[in-house]
C-alpha cells in the first residue's frame, strides 16, 4: 500500500468516527430555546397543580376536623340536655290526658309551662345538630338501638323494631344515646338472615 493510499484511508476513518460527535451536536442544538423553555414550564405547571391539589385537600381536611371538633365537643353538655327533657316528659306522660283537659287556672298555666319547655328543648337540640331517633317500624340496628325485651308476633319480619321505651339521639352521625326498643320475634325473617340460616344447614360433609 503507498503512502498516498494509507494516508486517504486514515482520513475516511478519522471522518467516520467524527460522524456520531456531529450527529450529537447536531441533535443538541435541534432542541431550540422555545422548546427548552416550554418543556421547563411544564415541569412547573405539573408541580403547581400538585401544590394546589395538596393545599385543597389541607383546606378540606381541616374543615373537617374543625367541623368535628365543634359538633362533638358538646356530646357529654348534650347527653346532660337530654336527662333533663326525658324528665320532663315523663313529668307529662304521669299525668292522665282527662286531668290535663280538666286543669284550670295556675295548675293549667304550669302544665303548660312544662310542655312549652319541653317543646324548646327539643328545638334547641336540632339546632345544634341532635337528632330524635324514631325507629318503630324499621328493622333493628345494633348501631343505633339497644333491644331490652322481645315481642311474639308472625305477622311482621323478625327483628321489627315495636316499641320504643327511650328514644334515641345522634349528633351529626355518631350515635349520641341508643334508642332503647322491644323488637318483633317469630315473624318472617329478612332475605339475608333466611340465606345465611340456609348456607349454615347445608351438607358441610363432602
Known amino acids: 500500500m503507498s503512502d498516498e493510499e494509507f494516508h486517504n484511508e486514515a482520513n475516511q476513518d478519522e471522518q467516520h468516527d ?3 460527535l456531529h450527529d450529537a451536536a447536531d441533535e443538541q442544538d435541534a432542541a431550540s430555546p ?3 423553555l416550554e418543556a421547563e414550564n411544564a415541569k412547573l405547571k405539573d408541580r403547581l397543580l400538585r401544590a394546589v391539589a395538596e393545599m385543597e385537600n389541607l ?3 381541616t374543615e373537617r376536623d374543625v367541623k368535628d371538633a365543634r359538633q ?3 356530646a357529654n353538655f348534650a347527653r346532660d340536655m337530654l336527662t333533663a327533657t326525658d324528665n320532663l316528659s315523663r313529668a307529662l306522660l304521669t299525668m292522665p290526658q282527662e286531668a290535663k283537659d280538666e ?8 302544665i303548660e309551662g312544662v310542655e312549652m319547655t319541653e317543646r324548646e328543648m327539643h328545638r334547641l337540640l336540632e339546632k345544634n345538630g341532635i337528632t330524635k331517633l324514631e325507629p318503630k317500624g324499621e328493622k333493628f340496628d345494633p348501631n343505633f338501638h339497644q333491644a331490652m325485651f322481645e315481642i311474639p308476633n308472625s305477622d311482621v ?3 321489627t323494631v ?4 327511650q328514644a334515641g339521639y345522634v349528633i ?5 344515646r341508643p334508642a332503647m326498643v322491644g323488637v318483633a320475634k317469630g315473624g318472617p325473617k329478612t332475605a339475608a338472615a333466611a340465606a345465611s340460616e340456609s348456607g349454615e344447614n347445608l351438607d358441610k360433609s363432602v
Open 34 to 36: 422555545v422548546e427548552v
Open 72 to 74: 362533638y365537643a358538646m
Open 157 to 159: 319480619v323478625e327483628n
Open 103 to 110: 286543669a284550670d287556672g295556675q295548675f293549667k298555666s304550669l
Open 59 to 61: 383546606r378540606k381536611r
Open 18 to 20: 467524527a460522524e456520531p
Open 162 to 165: 315495636m316499641e320504643v321505651v
Open 172 to 176: 351529626g352521625e355518631r350515635m349520641l
